[in-house]
């Protein structure tokens, strides 16, 4: 039996997902070749990952509005590198979450000056910060939607007359937005998307070529437009498995499906939480993410007691990370109710034997 999978990432992959993927890896398209051996030139993996492109843009209503979807090596962390390469020219303005957004504010200091708007950082990050001003002179506003580390998530996004830029990696395609408020997007796949080794970057095209200085072939998004994501060899399995996982998603209803099952999911374990006296949230309520709920023992000595008893549940990934401890429970959108009922089962037979 396969086991109720919290690991924060690489993330939980649907079980069709993961066969046809391993199918294609011995046999793609029953040309007898491997996915992972063909050319990435060639007709079948072309017709892959223009329709990843597709979908991506497509569940996300961003068809025919002026945007392009690309899929990049190198994870977020060199996209925290890359916005700031081809939209800073003399400041932007960044709003700093938790670890990611300070590291890509830290990238983003190579660049020009940085106004960072507000920051959470005085209470560890436990909450997002409200009632900032953009300053209307920023090249952009970068924000980060979701906090895998903390447990923290953006419910609403500001109003601004600057591009705005949102790191997605660990919450894109899980709830409803309007997409087209923001002109960059980008995701590392191993959080809610696919295994790791490509990134989705969504960019409106009219907010590049403004940048004064010369940007590096690689690192320049024009360069990849251009070639279709082609500009050197992509990473074929992910991107491939991330469209299967695209089209699982769309086969389902889309977003409005997955989001109204991801807030049962979230429902059911804060309930569970607030419910019960043997643990306490680490996010402020009105910030919790359905994606990543981040929790704690309130009697310390039934740690190897709790420990114990959802590993013997068949339960995998629950350790918080080591910046913040407690636990964390990821609930990416392939991760079935069942199992987050399974983890609730768990924490109620602790308070019984406790």
């Not at 560890?124 to 506003?141: L, R, T, V």
């Not at 980060?144 to 790191?167: A, L, R």
């Not at 499906?257 to 019960?276: G, H, P, T, W």
Request: hydrophobic residues 40%; charged residues 20%.
């Amino acid at each position: 039996m396969k086991k109720h999978n919290f690991s924060a990432g690489p993330c939980i992959l649907p079980e069709e997902v993961l066969q046809k993927a391993s199918e294609a890896v011995i046999n793609f398209n029953n040309d007898n070749l491997s996915l992972i051996e063909i050319s990435h030139r060639s007709k079948p993996f072309v017709d892959v990952i223009e329709n990843a492109r597709s979908l991506a843009l497509e569940l996300l209503g961003l068809q025919n509005k002026g945007y392009k979807a690309l899929f990049l090596h190198g994870g977020a962390s060199s996209q925290f590198l890359m916005t700031a390469y081809n939209l800073l020219n003399k400041k932007a303005a960044y709003l700093n979450t938790g670890t990611w957004s300070s590291k890509a504010i830290k990238e983003a200091k190579l660049f020009g000056e940085l106004d960072e708007v507000a920051s959470s950082i005085d209470k560890n990050f436990n909450y997002i910060p409200k009632n900032y001003k953009i300053p209307s002179d920023a090249d952009y506003f970068h924000c980060t939607s979701n906090n895998t580390i903390y447990g923290t998530q953006m419910k609403s996004f500001p109003e601004t007359t600057v591009p705005m830029i949102c790191d997605m990696s660990s919450d894109i395609f899980s709830r409803q937005l309007d997409f087209s408020q923001f002109d960059l997007i980008y995701a590392g796949a191993q959080k809610n998307m696919g295994p790791a080794g490509t990134t989705l970057v969504i960019v409106k095209e009219d907010i590049l070529g403004k940048v004064e200085r010369v940007i590096p072939s690689m690192l320049n998004y024009q360069t990849h437009i251009e070639k279709d994501s082609m500009f050197n060899t992509p990473a074929v399995f992910p991107i491939y498995v991330s469209m299967l996982t695209l089209e699982w998603l769309k086969d389902l209803g889309g977003i409005d499906f997955i989001e109204s099952v991801n807030k049962q999911k979230s429902a059911l374990l804060y309930n569970e939480m607030d419910r019960n006296p043997l643990f306490k949230g680490l996010a402020e309520e009105d910030d919790r993410s359905h994606m990543n709920a981040t929790f704690t023992l309130t009697n310390k000595d039934l740690k190897e007691k709790f420990d114990f008893m959802w590993q013997e549940a068949n339960i995998n990934g629950l350790h918080g990370h080591r910046s913040v401890g407690g636990y964390r429970a990821s609930m990416y959108n392939a991760l079935p109710l069942y199992s987050v009922q399974a983890l609730v089962d768990v924490m109620q037979e602790l308070e019984r034997k406790a």
